[in-house]
């Protein structure tokens, strides 16, 4: 059976113990023999939860070690661009966890790298596999529901009011670091949700505006803890993405719009209507939807252990413009992400 060797380039990510805890249970298909973090004390510490890791003080470490075939990238969003461009001249597969970027320079620096060496790459932007998520796709991208005219993609939950990043993950909340808050670090997953499931049939985004707020501080008031973003499409298509950290239940509702057909999700169900699909009244909650796909994560070593996919990795081209569009939106809000990457 073949087995996969990879190592951690930093650890800050708070989906790090996740990411840990489905590499134990894949220890048939995936051994982690190395853990870097700048942070001697916290690398040690996520090397000791995985069997057989070594923590490594330098990258290069992990560069220079032919029996590493991939890199796993946790660390602060900040970092990304060093650690990935070290890991693509070194011809090793990449996971990397979102945003790729803190914006288009160092996200677009990043994917020329990984084409021009030809590796596997894949970030978490696990939310495309759901089965709502698919279903709406597939419809879209049938014809289903007309024209589109109008979106809406919400991801909300209660980090700042229950201080989920008081401590370990307090990084989240520096922009130095991090590139913004909660429009940034939520906001991501429906605006790659965007990109993945419109441009195809409504063309580019052509604007990209936002307004962004804070009114707990309860990480300063520097930082962002919601936020709404407003696209406009080639073909005229609006999309509206919301983002929070102040909400006190989890919150992601999703519309999608069209001239003969419209798509209602919450956590009640699916609601359709459309002209073409018959019994597609939008009173009764859809029951046919697609299976569920694996996590992002899991799709990557999937992928590289050449096993067929449900759905598609991420490419980088994606990625990079999501951290594109991201600036864009912040840059008008009066914003910056990327003053990290003058430091």
């Not at 569009?325 to 003053?339: I, K, P, V």
Request: proline content about 4%.
């Amino acid at each position: 059976m073949t087995q996969l060797t990879t190592a951690f380039l930093g650890v800050a990510h708070i989906h790090t113990p996740g990411f840990i805890k489905t590499l134990n249970t894949r220890k048939g298909d995936v051994r982690v023999a190395a853990v870097y973090d700048h942070d001697a004390a916290r690398g040690q510490q996520r090397a000791g939860e995985l069997d057989g890791a070594a923590f490594v003080s330098d990258p290069q470490a992990i560069f220079d070690n032919p029996q590493i075939g991939s890199v796993v990238v946790c660390s602060e969003t900040v970092h990304h661009r060093k650690l990935v461009l070290g890991a693509a001249k070194a011809g090793k597969h990449i996971f990397c966890e979102k945003p790729l970027g803190l914006g288009q320079s160092d996200a677009q620096e990043m994917a020329d790298a990984i084409k021009a060496a030809g590796v596997t790459f894949q970030t978490g932007f696990f939310q495309r596999g759901s089965p709502t998520n698919q279903f709406i796709k597939r419809e879209v991208q049938a014809g289903h529901l007309g024209r589109l005219t109008r979106v809406r993609y919400t991801n909300c939950h209660q980090a700042a009011l229950a201080g989920w990043f008081d401590t370990e993950w307090r990084w989240i909340t520096d922009a130095r670091e991090a590139g913004g808050g909660a429009l940034l670090d939520l906001g991501a997953h429906p605006l790659d949700l965007i990109i993945h499931t419109f441009t195809q049939t409504e063309g580019d985004v052509i604007s990209a505006k936002a307004s962004v707020g804070n009114r707990g501080g309860r990480y300063g008031q520097d930082i962002d803890e919601y936020g709404t973003g407003l696209l406009q499409f080639a073909s005229g298509a609006t999309a509206e993405l919301e983002a929070s950290w102040v909400d006190p239940q989890l919150h992601s509702p999703i519309e999608v719009f069209g001239t003969e057909g419209q798509i209602q999700a919450s956590n009640n169900g699916v609601l359709y209507y459309s002209t073409h699909v018959e019994g597609a009244d939008g009173k009764v909650p859809v029951t046919n939807l697609p299976p569920a796909a694996p996590h992002a994560f899991d799709l990557f070593w999937d992928a590289l252990l050449g096993r067929e996919l449900p759905v598609p990795l991420v490419t980088v081209e994606e990625a990079a413009q999501g951290s594109r569009l991201m600036e864009q939106l912040y840059q008008s809000a009066g914003r910056s992400t990327t003053t990290g990457l003058s430091n």
